[in-house]
């Protein structure tokens, strides 16, 4: 990836380091994390509402006995996807331009995670029993039930959340040396030191980082897949009509892709902007980052296409009439709403002035960011509010709680983003040097 | 409103546009309108709410359901001497069930029942089985009443002037009117009681009026009774009780009876209704019912033809049909579609004189009724079908003469005994303003109700389960009812309390009731009361000749609506208002809860422009009454419908405030029908706990109909799956309901919520589709929108699935496989992650979303069956096919040779079920009646292509033979 400008080495030590130990936009950075924690107080009144009075706060009811924290936890499982799969799959293929988006896309996905990962144990019935999903060798002998998919989830989302914290951690070390070389105080000094893992820059040292680097990648990009996969099965494992189909392991992961990629453009643009890091993050990174989108979009709406070409050739009464309810029942809003805001806009990126352009970008990426909550909305309400037996059918309404929470998980994930942003070089320096002139 | 109105034509062709069977569950869902989606669009509740005002209101409904506030301190004792062991008996468990023998009533007639006491606590009532007319069935009535045994607002001690004051101010005072009765012959006393067939009561108020010969006696009569006195009076020139036979019938034609509809005859009726139907009985052994009704009912349900018509039209059809079995009358003009239907039921009464029975609704005019009366005489079958007996209110005045007495002065003292005028008079009568005229009126009830408040002195009666008591049944049996509990409150016996008026020294209930049966010896008395009746004592038939002709009715004052008054489907005429196991069941018909609507035709729907749940105000002669419209397919044209027992604002926490009052609209000459009315869109938009929005399903077949009862067959091949069979061990459970023969009344949920501590969780919470009952009536409409050609119910218990997604589902192991099939429930295992719900293609598991029944007081737990787990929060629930009936069963066997008797083991629905449509038993058993059943053609499972294999099976309805009316109905 000759073609990408890079600064000199030293300008992106200089650069990228200076952020965490010389802030340079320390006002709004206080605005923003203000925000995010009146957001994370909202999400923990809306939670201890929650724990007192148990999930009838929400709109959940019988059909509809999944709502917001489910599909919710979807949507932020989704955005977290960008991360590994540009890190990992990226740096296996040799695709060097991400190493300047790597590291806060790898943040990113820990944030979301965490977000995610609330969500289906606060939905619980009973969340203080959560680790009976686990199988810890219990008295009674009882064991978890290994056919449920919502088994295989805590599997699948325990791993990834451990296996991304670990790559990105690993990917982290030699940066924690520099800001420990070059931060001035000694409290500085020692936390950064402390994490820094003793690392000195040593051949040897960059011999076993590299084998452990890309040993990890190797196992975090299959996790890609198969996280999103697993997620999907929480829905396609029931016989629900709009669940029961094989396409939803793909479609799931590329939706995941298609907003994880519109996620990382927005906060590359603001990152770059409010931190002044455009030598580092380059209209050329926009440009690719909005080719990704359009491919990863496309295969979306490939999905969206296939799922009701799946239903109507299927012949079957129910099928058929899910996707009726989707494109002219009481939620057709999110229907429309999804396929509008997913893909019209998207169409823009077929040409490069939209890509290069910043606030074009971002106003897409956002649009993708809505339209792939609706679709995820879209896919939970409108497969269960109307099922089999017309008997059973209702609707789904969420209430202020269901709001509430949803709102108050984007201060969960704005708070450890902004403390990332403010403490930790927000781009691998040592990772941008390499394709640097050295 | 306007731009909401549905468009009838245009729902007609989308039903016609589809092919196969279409059932449909409400217009809406026809008219495919946007106009639910925007009522239902989400809005924020107001931050007022966080802290829940819903859940409070949940708390109220949940604290009356299940008695407390005020009975916390109370012990709950079996009224036998309470002596408590030093050394427990041999053999003696304290903890076992104990069965007795009672009766509970409605309207005044006798429900025999049995009722289950643990710890000396009665926890259960069900239908008696040495009773003839029970045979162990009951109706929803009686399975509901012991709820009201522990209602928190009964009254507690005697009230005077609304104050508490004692029993002995009481009797001092009484002292002095009683003395002055007595020198006087009563003179200025007047006794107004609720509908009563009691021996005991009825010889104690004849003893009085002996004592008294001056003073007046009045009835008030339940919506059952409505205006059969006056008909039988107009038609023998005495009051008399119709009975019918229907078991003796072979063809019924019923205008506007809803013989098989809610009402202390529903029992009776439906048992033998039922007699023939179903898989062992021959077509030719049917009975044939044809009804012509105005508000849809069970009757017209499950009728072999069935027409809608408006009130004003009885009488023209009644002359029809008297004419056409010769008994005289000019014939009619008929509508063509009347015309075709009288000619054929004429045709089929005058094929079976002596074996057919014609009826006509009690609500309507005593004309009608008693050329009713001349037709069953014209066909000879008067003392076959159809006969009479004594009626208890032949030497009673009606609550008519009374307020006429009020109002003329001549009235000083009023005893008003279980009986709530104030609420259910007609407004014309002015019951109120009649009161004040009376220098004491004494109100002796089971609450402080709306009477009460009038009255200076409130006296609390005891519940039925405390008291001595006889009643007759419907089949005009003698029932007893015996006490099985201690008082809960300082109150005494009816008949205690009327033996007041006339004796300063009375006896006591017990000694009362036994002296009422002093023919018995000790014996016979104590046989009596083990079965829970007096055998011998049936009513015997009066021999009765109905005048003819019979006049005609005066012309109604015509132009504008009809308005008919019915009794609530589940409250009835109010008295079990306070009762939430009957609010929280959706009325049969209408599919809605906590409400009373006005009903009427999607026709008139459309006509005003209004959508289900809007209110409308409903006019006649210079009265209102504001309600919530609500579309009833099936409704006769231009008529709507009120229902009673509603608008209350003193029956208790769980029912005041519910619903429109009916009262205001009704006149005292036309108490239950009226012409004239208007009824016009108001603007006000009424929360309706339902959940209504169904849809029809094209190609779907949930409701089978066959022509005739195919060929048994062996089990059907199952559909392939994935997952290797389970292992199967023992007894292998099973379930079959036959469609056939369920007329969704109703009692098979209320029995579920008895056994198995189904939570109440009041009107917000099933209006947002969370109610929680395990088993539910689903009612489907199929055919024209406006007259639908066949309304079916169906129940939905678990389907315990032999391939249970719900089972696969869950992540850990809370929901498992029983070697016997049974689809089991672990509530302790429970997290709550509701994947099983979600997977499952029934929707039949329920949720707590809140803790609906932690932080009661300690005496809520003497409702509770102590055999079933109380839930709590977060934790998934549903149908367990009474497991614990089951285990039980196992237990007892494993006592003795390890094997369950065949067909022994009965779940509460199946048990309370008047017409047997759910048998429940071992499929491993090949000769067990549900094995029988599912060899049957008529077998089929419900989504039987998912593969899901479930153990609860269905029956299809058989089509009437003589179908040639269907087209025609359209």
Not at chain 1, 110 to 121: D, F
Not at chain 2, 243 to 259: F, N, P, Q, T, W
Not at chain 2, 777 to 798: I, K, M, N, W
Not at chain 2, 845 to 855: A, C, H, I, P, V
């Amino acid at each position: 990836m000759s073609d990408i400008p890079v600064p000199s080495q030293h300008e992106v030590t200089r650069e990228v380091a200076d952020v965490p130990l010389r802030f340079p936009a320390r006002r709004a950075w206080w605005i923003a994390f203000g925000i995010a924690l009146a957001l994370l107080s909202l999400f923990v009144v809306s939670v201890v509402h929650l724990l007192m009075n148990g999930p009838g706060i929400w709109g959940n009811n019988m059909p509809v006995n999944w709502g917001f924290p489910i599909f919710v936890y979807v949507w932020w499982l989704g955005l977290g996807h960008a991360g590994t799969l540009i890190s990992a799959l990226l740096l296996l293929l040799g695709q060097e331009w991400r190493n300047a988006l790597n590291r806060f896309a790898e943040a990113m996905t820990l944030c979301a995670v965490i977000c995610a990962g609330i969500y289906p144990i606060i939905h619980l019935g009973r969340p203080w029993f959560l680790y009976w999903m686990f199988p810890y060798p219990a008295t009674m002998g009882v064991w978890p039930q290994f056919r449920s998919p919502l088994e295989w989830d805590i599997w699948a989302v325990m791993t990834y959340l451990i296996v991304s914290a670990i790559f990105w951690y690993i990917g982290l070390v030699p940066d924690l040396a520099t800001m420990r070389d070059r931060a001035r105080s000694l409290a500085k000094k020692r936390i950064y030191g402390l994490f820094a893992l003793g690392w000195r820059g040593q051949a040897i040292h960059w011999l076993r980082w590299k084998k452990l680097y890309r040993l990890m990648a190797a196992i975090a990009v299959p996790l890609v897949v198969s996280v999103h996969s697993e997620v999907s099965l929480l829905f396609a494992a029931g016989q629900i009509p709009g669940w029961h189909s094989t396409i939803y392991p793909p479609y799931f992961v590329l939706g995941a892709a298609f907003s994880g990629f519109a996620i990382v453009s927005m906060i590359a643009i603001v990152v770059r902007r409010a931190f002044h890091l455009e030598a580092l993050v380059t209209n050329r990174h926009l440009d690719l980052l909005g080719k990704v989108l359009l491919a990863s979009g496309l295969m979306t709406a490939y999905g969206y296409v296939f799922e009701a070409f799946d239903a109507l050739y299927s012949g079957d009464a129910h099928e058929i009439g899910t996707l009726m309810d989707r494109v002219g029942g009481v939620y057709l809003w999110s229907y429309w709403g999804a396929i509008i805001l997913n893909f019209l806009p998207l169409q823009g990126l077929w040409f490069a002035r939209v890509r290069n352009s910043p606030l074009l970008l971002f106003l897409i990426s956002a649009s993708v960011m809505i339209g792939m909550w609706m679709e995820r909305y879209m896919l939970l309400v409108t497969s269960l509010y109307q099922d089999f037996l017309p008997s059973s059918f209702g609707r789904y309404t969420p209430t202020f709680w269901d709001w509430s929470t949803y709102i108050g998980t984007l201060g969960l994930f704005l708070t450890p983003f902004l403390l990332f942003l403010r403490f930790i070089p927000s781009i691998s320096m040592f990772e941008e040097k390499e394709i640097a002139d050295g | 409103m306007s731009g909401g109105s549905i468009d009838i034509p245009s729902m007609r062709a989308r039903l016609s546009g589809r092919k196969g069977r279409r059932y449909w569950r409400a217009i809406e869902e026809i008219a495919d309108d946007p106009y639910f989606a925007r009522t239902l669009k989400s809005e924020f509740p107001a931050v007022a709410q966080l802290f829940d005002t819903d859940r409070r209101n949940l708390l109220k409904v949940m604290a009356a359901s299940l008695a407390l506030g005020g009975l916390a301190g109370c012990d709950v004792k079996r009224s036998d001497e309470a002596v408590p062991y030093v050394i427990q008996p041999d053999g003696m468990m304290p903890n076992d069930a104990r069965r007795y023998a009672t009766a509970v009533t409605l309207d005044g007639w006798a429900q025999p029942a049995v009722a289950t006491c643990y710890a000396g606590r009665p926890v259960r009532l069900d239908g008696n089985a040495d009773h003839p007319m029970s045979l162990g069935r009951a109706d929803m009535f009686t399975q509901a009443a012991v709820l009201d045994l522990y209602d928190p607002d009964r009254g507690q001690a005697p009230l005077r002037a609304g104050l508490e004051a004692g029993w002995p101010l009481f009797e001092t005072e009484l002292a002095t009117l009683r003395t002055r009765w007595l020198q006087t012959g009563g003179k200025g006393l007047a006794l107004l009681c609720g509908p009563t067939t009691s021996p005991t009561l009825l010889g104690q108020i004849d003893a009085l009026r002996r004592q008294m010969p001056q003073a007046r006696f009045h009835m008030a009569h339940g919506p059952s009774t409505a205006l059969r006195p006056q008909a039988t009076r107009l038609a023998f020139g005495q009051l008399l009780e119709p009975m019918l036979e229907l078991g003796r019938a072979k063809v019924i034609v019923s205008l506007d009876d809803d013989v098989l509809g809610p009402g202390p005859r529903q029992l009776r009726h439906s048992i033998a209704w039922a007699a023939h139907r179903g898989e062992d009985v021959a077509m030719a052994d049917r009975i044939a019912l044809h009804v012509a009704e105005v508000v849809p009912g069970h009757a017209g349900a499950m009728a072999d033809s069935r027409i809608a018509v408006a009130p004003s039209r009885i009488w023209p059809l009644a002359a029809a049909i008297a004419h056409g079995v010769g008994v005289g009358t000019p014939m009619a003009n008929l509508s063509p579609q009347e015309a075709i239907w009288v000619d054929r039921v004429v045709k089929m009464l005058k094929q079976h004189p002596g074996r057919s029975l014609f009826t006509i609704g009690a609500t309507h005019a005593p004309e009608a009724q008693a050329l009713g009366f001349a037709v069953n005489q014209a066909l000879g079958n008067i003392g076959r079908t159809l006969w009479f007996a004594p009626s208890p209110a032949q030497d009673f005045g009606s609550i008519d003469d009374l307020a006429h007495d009020l109002h003329a002065g001549s009235v000083e003292a009023l005893f008003i005994l279980d009986t709530n005028p104030i609420d259910e008079a007609p407004a014309d009568l002015d019951f109120a303003g009649a009161m004040k005229k009376a220098a004491i009126a004494i109100h002796a009830g089971s609450r402080p109700d709306e009477t009460a408040a009038l009255c200076h002195w409130h006296l609390p009666i005891r519940h039925v389960l405390e008291d001595w008591g006889d009643a007759r049944a419907a089949d005009g049996s003698v029932c007893l009812s015996q006490p099985l509990v201690q008082p809960l409150y300082d109150s005494r016996s009816r008949h205690e309390i009327i033996a007041l008026l006339g004796s300063a020294q009375p006896l006591s209930a017990r000694e009362l009731v036994r002296r009422q049966w002093a023919a018995l010896d000790d014996e016979q008395w104590t046989k009596a009361l083990l079965a829970g009746f007096v055998e011998g004592q049936d009513w015997q038939p009066v021999s009765a000749q109905p005048r003819i002709p019979v006049a005609p009715p005066p012309p109604a004052a015509d132009r504008g609506v009809e308005i008919v008054i019915r009794p609530d489907p589940t409250i009835w005429d109010g008295s079990r208002a306070n009762n939430a196991w009957l609010q929280e069941m959706p009325k049969p018909l209408f599919k809605m809860a906590w409400d009373n609507i006005v009903a009427m035709g999607p026709e008139m729907i459309a006509r005003l422009g209004v959508r289900d749940g809007d209110g409308v105000r409903v006019s006649h002669g210079g009265a209102t009454v504001d309600g919530p419209a609500w579309t009833v397919p099936g409704m006769a044209p231009n008529t709507i419908a009120l229902f009673l027992g509603y608008g209350r604002s003193k029956v208790g926490r769980v029912g005041d405030n519910m619903g429109y009052p009916v009262a205001p609209v009704r006149k005292a000459a036309t108490p239950w029908a009226m012409t004239g009315g208007g009824v016009a869109a108001n603007g006000v938009r009424h929360v309706i706990a339902v959940s209504q929005l169904h849809r029809h399903i094209e190609g779907d077949d949930l409701i089978r109909v066959v022509d005739t009862i195919p060929p048994a067959r062996s089990r059907r091949e199952d559909p392939p799956s994935l997952y290797p069979k389970w292992k199967e061990e023992g007894p292998q459970w099973g379930m079959v309901i036959d469609l056939d023969r369920c007329t969704g009344c109703g009692a098979c949920v209320v029995a579920c919520t008895a056994e198995n501590n189904v939570p109440v969780v009041g009107k917000e919470e099933v209006a947002r589709g969370r109610d929680m009952h395990w088993l539910r009536v689903d009612r489907y409409h199929e055919g024209d929108p406006v007259q639908p050609s066949l309304t079916a119910f169906q129940p939905v218990p678990c389907m315990h699935c032999e391939q249970a997604p719900c089972e696969m589902g869950c992540p850990v192991h809370a929901t498992v496989h029983g070697p016997d099939g049974i689809n089991e429930m672990v509530y302790n295992r429970c997290i709550g992650t509701r994947t099983c719900s979600s997977f499952c293609p029934y929707k039949v598991r329920r949720f707590n979303w809140f803790d609906y029944t932690k932080g009661k007081p300690e005496s809520v737990q003497a409702q509770r069956n102590p055999d079933v787990t109380v839930r709590g929060r977060g934790v998934m629930e549903k149908c367990t096919y009474c497991i614990q009936r089951v285990r039980a069963a196992t237990v007892a066997a494993d006592k003795g040779d390890g094997r369950i008797p065949r067909d022994t083991v009965k779940t509460a629905c199946q048990a309370t079920c008047p017409v047997d449509a759910i048998v429940f038993g071992d499929l491993a058993d090949p000769e067990s009646a549900v094995s029988r059943l599912k060899r049957s053609g008529r077998n089929y499972v419900l989504l039987e292509e998912l593969g899901t294999r479930p153990r609860t099976s269905y029956l299809a309805r058989i089509k009437p033979e003589d179908d040639d009316q269907g087209d025609e109905r359209a």
